[in-house]
T-cell receptor
Framework: DSGVTQTPKHLITATGQRVTLRCSPR?????VYWYQQSLDQGLQFLIQ???????AKGNILERFSAQQFPDLHSELNLSSLELGDSALYFC???????????????FGEGSWLTVV | ELKVEQNPLFLSMQEGKNYTIYCNYS?????LYWYRQDPGKSLESLFV???NGAVKQEGRLMASLDTKARLSTLHITAAVHDLSATYFC???????????WGAGTKLIIKP
């Protein structure tokens, strides 16, 4: 158990719908990251927050958005869902900001999203 | 654009044998990570390699980093069935934790 908690674990929804994935980082971790894992694209970095502020953006679609709240939990919002959005979405956390070396990144169990 | 290539992508081996997984990356980076993933499960951190010549070992797994060759290796010694999993390497782009991932090596160890 990495200490990173994600909900829901599984989600089935229809095309065009909107879903919210939630992540609670490890206690004390200030950085939260979102990754998407799919069969065709592999693991892709989506977005990173540090202490409530967006720090880096990767291959995140405009239909997707995220935020980190004052209590450090984070949400990933996926809207106008398409079949191709079906994937495993991971949240990860680390204690320090990216400038520090050797900072292990811990991953949650993931949220399986199926769009039908 | 930073690219990370792993090989082989699939490896089936017998228990007790040794083998190496290779991870090549295309541009300079100062951090390389190895993770393990069991089917349908999360990613478990194995090693973080931070400098040229870094070598880390945990049990039957040993990872090394050659930043000049832009190459990392994950060596498995005397493999056991419990090491069956998919192994990913990831490179930190611009030291800002935007990890760029390899495609993964699916390792099957037969008794």
């Amino acid at each position: 158990d990495s200490g990173v908690t994600q909900t829901p674990k599984h989600l089935i929804t229809a095309t065009g719908q909107r879903v919210t994935l939630r992540c609670s980082p490890r206690s004390g971790d200030l950085s939260v990251y979102w990754y998407q894992q799919s069969l065709d694209q592999g693991l892709q970095f989506l977005i990173q927050y540090y202490n409530g502020e967006e720090r880096a953006k990767g291959n995140i679609l405009e239909r997707f958005s995220a935020q980190q709240f004052p209590d450090l939990h984070s949400e990933l919002n996926l809207s106008s869902l398409e079949l191709g959005d079906s994937a495993l979405y991971f949240c990860a956390s680390s204690v320090l900001s990216p400038e520090y070396s050797g900072n292990t990144i811990y991953f949650g169990e993931g949220s399986w999203l199926t769009v039908v | 654009e930073l690219k990370v290539e792993q090989n082989p992508l699939f490896l089936s081996m017998q228990e007790g044998k040794n083998y190496t997984i290779y991870c090549n990356y295309s541009t300079t980076s100062d951090r390389l990570y190895w993770y393990r993933q069991d089917p349908g499960k999360s990613l478990e951190s194995l090693f973080v390699l931070l400098s040229n010549g870094a070598v880390k070992q945990e049990g039957r797994l040993m990872a090394s980093l050659d930043t000049k060759a832009r190459l990392s290796t994950l060596h498995i010694t005397a493999a056991v069935h419990d090491l069956s999993a998919t192994y990913f390497c990831a490179v930190d782009r611009r030291s800002n934790y935007q990890l760029i991932w390899g495609a993964g090596t699916k390792l099957i160890i037969k008794p």
